[in-house]
């Protein structure tokens, strides 16, 4: 398997600027001084950091907006890769070691755009692979919860986990994050700017038999 595929709408949105291209953007300062930050608890382990300096970032996220379709629902079909989405898988290459092969790309137009708790289990993900999950635009709150914390039948308290994703950055989702621990995208109404996500999986063919 080896493509992408998006979701969420997205108005047509006009615009006259010039993009820069991702070249130039790229050929600035250094991508990042923050240095990585890795985030454990029980279960969980997770490394976050600036991947894209300001200048490549608003480009690619220009890019991204202009160049990916948009839509809702939950019945799509991969799609070739585009050349900002392999620019990103690249630099995902050359900074983590890892090569992906699927991109899932979500917009959220404002903080009233949100998902819920849930975990990334398709069936599809090579077995203890990592999710690389890059943003572009509104920073935005993101939520690790415990699968024995959550709910009314929860039988330990295990306090949940808050990231703030940054324009530009990368979080890495290493295995077995995803065994015990849901995630979620809040709903933030202070929040008015868009935001893209892109989660890099490892995926392999099925048998769908």
């Known amino acids: 398997m080896d493509g992408f595929v998006v979701k969420r709408s997205a108005e047509e949105r006009g615009g006259d600027g010039k993009r820069p291209r991702l070249e130039e953007a790229a050929g600035g300062p250094p991508r990042s001084s923050q240095p990585r ?119 330990r308290r295990i306090k949940p986990v808050k990231l703030q994703l940054a324009h530009g950055s990368l979080l890495m989702m290493k295995y077995p994050t995803n065994v015990y621990w849901y995630h979620s995208l809040p709903i933030r109404r202070r929040v008015l700017a868009p935001r893209i996500n892109l989660t890099f999986r490892k995926m392999m063919a099925v048998d769908k038999k």
């Open 37 to 155: 930050q890795e985030i454990r608890a029980q279960g969980l382990s997770l490394e976050y950091r600036l991947l894209f300096g300001r200048a490549e970032a608003d480009a690619i996220f220009q890019q991204l907006e202009k160049d990916v379709e948009y839509f809702e629902g939950v019945t799509f079909s991969p799609k070739p890769w585009i050349p900002v989405l392999i620019h990103i898988r690249e630099r995902l290459a050359l900074d983590t070691g890892h090569t992906f092969n699927f991109v899932l790309i979500n917009r959220y137009k404002d903080g009233e755009d949100h998902i819920g708790e849930h975990r990334d289990d398709e069936k599809e993900l090579v077995p203890r692979s990592p999710i690389a999950s890059v943003s572009f635009g509104a920073c935005r709150d993101f939520v690790f919860r415990h699968c024995d914390s959550r709910g009314k039948n929860a039988t």
